[in-house]
C-alpha cells in the first residue's frame, strides 16, 4: 500500500478517520464524506481498499489501523460490499458502512450486503449513496467530539447554520 497516499500525506500525524473505498469509482460518493470531515476540521486518510481486487491491502490496513491511530473507519462500496464488513472483522474500531449507488441495482444490493451482519460483528449502515457519505462522516465526527469540546462546538455550529439555511415557507423562485 503507498503509505503517503491520502489527504495526510504532508500531515505525518494519523488521521483520526481513515475513509477506504472499494473503487475509484466510489470517490464520487465518498468525496462527501471528506468535504463534510473537511467543513469540520477532522483530518481523514483516504484510501481505495478492495475485500475482493486488493485483499491483502485490506488485512494489513484493518489489523493497523488502530495502531496506526485511526479512531473510527468509514468504509464505502457497491455491489457485492463485502469491504465494511471484512474490514470490522479485523479491527476494534467503529465502523461506518456507506452503501454506494450501484448502476444494476440502486445500491439496493450494497445496502443488503453491508447492513445485514450477523450479531458478534457491527458495521453502522448509513443511508445509500451521497446522504449516506454526508452522515457517516457527522457520525464519525460525533463520535469523536466525545473526547473534543473543540470538535462537538463545531457540530453544533455545523446544525446551527442548517437550521438557519431552512426557510419559514416555500418559494417559487427557489
Ligand atoms: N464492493 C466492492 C469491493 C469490496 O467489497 O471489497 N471492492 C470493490 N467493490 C465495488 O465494486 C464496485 C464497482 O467497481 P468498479 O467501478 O471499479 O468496477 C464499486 O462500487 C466498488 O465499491
Known amino acids: 500500500m503507498d503509505e503517503s497516499s491520502g489527504n495526510e500525506r504532508s500531515k505525518g500525524a494519523a488521521a483520526p478517520v481513515a475513509i477506504i473505498m472499494g473503487s ?40 493497523g489501523a488502530r495502531d496506526a491511530g485511526h479512531r473510527v473507519v468509514i468504509a464505502g462500496a457497491g455491489g457485492a460490499a463485502h469491504l465494511p464488513g471484512m474490514c470490522a472483522a479485523m479491527t476494534p474500531l467503529p465502523v461506518f458502512g456507506v452503501p454506494v449507488q450501484s448502476k444494476a441495482l440502486s445500491g439496493v444490493d450494497s445496502l443488503y450486503s453491508i447492513v445485514q451482519m450477523p450479531a458478534g460483528i457491527p458495521v453502522g449502515t448509513l443511508a445509500i449513496g451521497q446522504a449516506g457519505a454526508v452522515n457517516a462522516a457527522l457520525l464519525a465526527a460525533a463520535v469523536l467530539a466525545l473526547h473534543d469540546p473543540a470538535l462537538a462546538e463545531r457540530l453544533d455550529a455545523f446544525r446551527a447554520a442548517q437550521t438557519a439555511k431552512i426557510a419559514d415557507h416555500p418559494s417559487d423562485e427557489a
Not at 33 to 56: E, K, Y
Open 24 to 63: 475509484q469509482s466510489d470517490w464520487q460518493t465518498m468525496r462527501h464524506a471528506a468535504q463534510t470531515l473537511d467543513a469540520l476540521g477532522v483530518a481523514h486518510d483516504d484510501r481505495i481498499i478492495s475485500a475482493h481486487r486488493t485483499p491483502d491491502r485490506l488485512v494489513a490496513f484493518a489489523k
